[in-house]
């Protein structure tokens, strides 16, 4: 025998897995719902989507080329996802100039100042968005209305604003003009960022995404309960000042949240155990803040603040060990 | 539902590709290399020198301490030198070359194929005749059997479990003994039963060997005390801890050993060499070895003589395919990759596996993306991503806490890993330094 032979150590197979296929595999799920942004909100929506993206992949690829100087990594699709997340979270109608501002902040303060793929301690989309919602705040809240309900699309506010416009005038919630019944809210027929109006939307790209096991159950599953009964009892005691759980379920970005950004790998807790406490805090900051905080909306800052608790989680949190502590 | 392990657990591809092919007697080799240490303890001593003739059976290296046990010669001839060479570690390792003469047996050898059922000795004569016999664990770990037969003090043995998971891909070994040799391996458990006073025994074996679990559930109903278990198909069930859990809900307790559950675990093919040894007087020097791959033209089960040069092997199975990258003494996920075909098969040898080029290299190592698979995947429940870190910047104080002790290297985390890290070679590292760290603090 001539040639060499590979000489390693085990195990000597590897699941056909790949953490670029997981990648694209958030890309799909995310499909649907960009879909019907596009649908609402007209050529608007894939506009920013465009920008988001090129945007992000373009910054990856020269801070890590000329910043860095290390070999770009974009194909493993993770800047793609940060590029959809972060047009996701913003109103279609954002001008291509913050929407750089945005992905610059995204991937260069969110994700490659701490080195990149991996590292990052918070969700990059929501480096971005917060960034861009405390520097812009006329533009990150000005809604354009719905393609297909107005005849010219005006600005109107969103649900979530309309209710806590009318809590800080004392109008009970029975009274407020122009709230979307929970239909609309689940189909999506309502004002918002691009990517949280169709609640139905994202739960079935949830739904992919555990049937392809990219992420598990845990985190959405106890983010959405801590919601739903954590506001059910304010709702329970008082239902003239606070909105019934199921409509803080479905509207603003709390399912595009619970299931695409506060589930991003990177940033989220290592075991089953402590993505449950992870997903507990996300669900009372969120609504804390959608009743108690100057912001109609507190997902983006929920899932923030248990980024920064997700070190602590996993030091310790521990998975159940074999045979006992 | 069967059952199955509660913790982790991967689900490599089978790849059986043996698993039809009936065990054949592999001719006898013109000259084997018998390696001294081919178990876990103590290296046992050689007894024979250069010149001296030696006929199949007699012992030619003896036990050297409790936890080690004698080797005999599996071939008739004349020891050419007692000398050094690599064993399937790599390393080189003493051992004893003998040139073949014939097919001499010890006469006190019973090589007719009658099925002996009765049993005419005591325990304690069974565990002294394993240990003459050179009984070890044939499952892999080659753990000297009549050690495991004696429970340390205070402890009781109360089940006797029966490992025929072969949870590794590829390997059909014991498949197709359970299939071939299902009268003798009953015998062997009831004289382990016997050895270790208990009167439980169960047989845990893979849903994917569905033929197995039918006749050796057939079988078991005429001897008392004797069951199997169908489990799921997952990876590493074949380990003892996991084959415990599995089959009796209990856990061993982190560093324990079964016995601390009240379980003693045993190969199928272990059960055979039992049965062999005491009802035939015959002692370990020959086993089943699968050789497989994908691009082996005859994937095949062959009774191999210990000392026999892997070369006889892969030439028996249709010789070494053009494009072979890796050559895996036993399974792919736990076997060890040689690096010459002049490797002897041992007692501990469940397998040769050839791998093409393609499947024999690593993918590129990116990024953790802290999906935490590892996490989920681990069998003991430990965190792999946290432990090769560790390992990696030499925090060894944090791995021991963090229990990279109790890790069995079974290589799940690094075979689900998406980013392709290298995680059991760094754990492997940080878990051999600890073990020194834990030694010298003992002395």
Same mark, same amino acid.
């Given at each position: 025998m001539s040639k060499l032979l590979t000489v390693s150590p085990s195990p000597h197979v590897h699941s056909s897995d790949s953490t670029q296929k997981i990648m694209y595999r958030v890309i799909y799920a995310m499909v649907p719902a960009l879909i019907w942004s596009v649908f609402m909100f007209g050529i608007d929506a894939l506009r920013v989507t465009l920008i988001a993206v090129a945007a992000c992949v373009a910054f990856e690829y020269l801070i890590q080329k000329y910043l860095m100087k290390v070999t770009p990594s974009v194909t493993d699709g993770s800047a793609i996802i940060t590029g959809i997340l972060l047009a996701f979270n913003v109103p279609s109608s954002l001008p291509w100039w913050i929407i750089l501002i945005g992905a610059m902040a995204a991937m260069g303060i969110g994700k490659l100042s701490f080195g990149g793929l991996g590292s990052n301690i918070f969700n990059p989309a929501l480096v971005g968005r917060v960034f861009l919602l405390l520097s812009f705040p006329v533009q990150m809240t000005s809604w354009p209305g719905i393609k297909m309900a107005a005849v010219d699309a005006v600005s109107t506010a969103t649900p979530l604003a309309l209710i806590k416009e009318s809590v800080k005038n004392g109008i009970p919630i029975a009274k407020v003009q122009g709230l979307p019944d929970l239909t609309d809210l689940a189909i999506g027929m309502n004002a918002g960022s691009l990517g949280e109006v169709s609640a139905l939307l994202l739960v079935l790209g949830g739904i992919y995404m555990i049937w392809k096991k990219v992420i598990t159950w845990h985190i959405p599953v106890s983010i959405l309960a801590t919601v739903f009964v954590f506001s059910g009892i304010f709702w329970g005691i008082n239902p003239e000042m606070y909105v019934n759980p199921a409509f803080h379920i479905m509207t603003g970005g709390l399912m595009l949240g619970a299931i695409f950004m506060a589930t991003d790998m990177v940033t989220s807790p290592m075991n089953p155990k402590a993505q449950i406490i992870y997903g507990i805090g996300i669900g009372l900051i969120t609504i804390s803040i959608r009743m108690f905080g100057a912001y109609p909306e507190g997902i983006s800052f929920a899932i923030l603040i248990m980024n920064a608790v997700t070190p602590l989680l996993n030091y310790y949190i521990k998975p159940k060990r074999f045979g006992g502590q | 539902m069967l059952k199955t392990f509660k913790i982790g657990g991967v689900h490599p591809p089978e790849n059986k590709l043996s698993k039809d092919r009936k065990i054949e007697v592999l001719s006898i080799p013109s000259a084997v290399f018998i390696p001294v240490a081919q178990h876990i303890g103590a290296p046992s001593t050689p007894v024979v020198k250069k010149g001296d003739k030696v006929k199949v059976g007699q012992v030619i290296a003896q036990s050297s301490s409790f936890v080690s046990t004698n080797i005999h010669s599996s071939v008739s001839g004349t020891v050419k030198k007692v000398d050094f060479s690599a064993d399937s570690s790599g390393y080189p390792k003493q051992g004893i070359f003998i040139d073949v003469e014939g097919d001499e047996w010890m006469?006190?050898?019973?090589?007719?194929e009658t099925l002996v059922k009765d049993i005419s000795v005591d325990g304690a004569e069974i565990v002294k005749k394993i240990q003459e016999c050179g009984i070890?664990? &044939? +499952?892999?770990?080659?753990? /000297?059997t009549h050690v495991k037969l004696v429970p340390p003090k205070g402890m009781k043995a109360e089940v006797l479990l029966i490992n025929g998971v072969e949870c590794e891909p590829y390997l059909t070994s014991d498949h197709r003994l359970m299939l071939e040799k299902a009268d003798e391996i009953l015998v062997g458990i009831q004289l382990l039963m016997k050895a270790m006073n208990v009167d439980k025994a169960v047989i845990g074996i893979e849903n994917n060997k569905p033929d197995a679990i039918q006749l050796l559930s057939e079988k078991c109903k005429s001897v008392a005390g004797v069951s199997v278990v169908a489990l799921k198909v997952?990876? /590493?069930? +074949? +380990?003892e801890k996991q084959l415990i859990n599995a089959v009796t809900g209990r856990e061993v307790p982190s560093?324990? &050993?079964p016995i601390a559950v009240g379980a003693v675990v045993s190969n199928v093919g272990t059960a055979f060499a039992v049965y062999e040894a005491i009802q035939k007087n015959k002692p370990l020097f020959e086993r089943v070895v699968t050789v497989t791959g994908k691009g082996v033209s005859k994937p095949s089960n062959f009774l191999v003589r210990v000392g026999t040069a892997t070369s006889e092997l892969v030439a028996a199975a249709g010789g070494l395919p053009e494009n072979t990258g890796k050559i895996i003494s036993g399974g792919p996920m736990m076997g060890r990759a040689i690096s010459s075909l002049d490797i002897p098969v041992t007692k501990g040898t469940s397998g040769i596996l050839l791998m093409k080029e393609e499947e024999s290299k690593r993918e590129e190592i990116i990024a953790c993306?802290?999906?935490s698979r590892c996490v989920s995947v681990c069998p003991m429940g430990l965190e792999p991503y946290l432990l090769m870190t560790l390992g990696e910047k030499q925090i060894y104080d944090r791995a021991e806490s963090e229990r990279v002790m109790d890790c069995i290297e079974c290589g799940s985390c690094s075979y689900t890993c998406p980013s392709n890290r290298p995680l059991l070679d760094y754990i492997r590292f940080g878990k051999g330094k600890v073990g020194q760290i834990i030694r010298s603090r003992k002395k």
């Open positions: - | 006469e006190d050898i019973d090589r007719s070890v664990g &044939l +499952g892999g770990a080659t753990f /000297p997952q990876y /590493p069930q +074949g +380990g560093g324990a &050993l993306i802290r999906c």
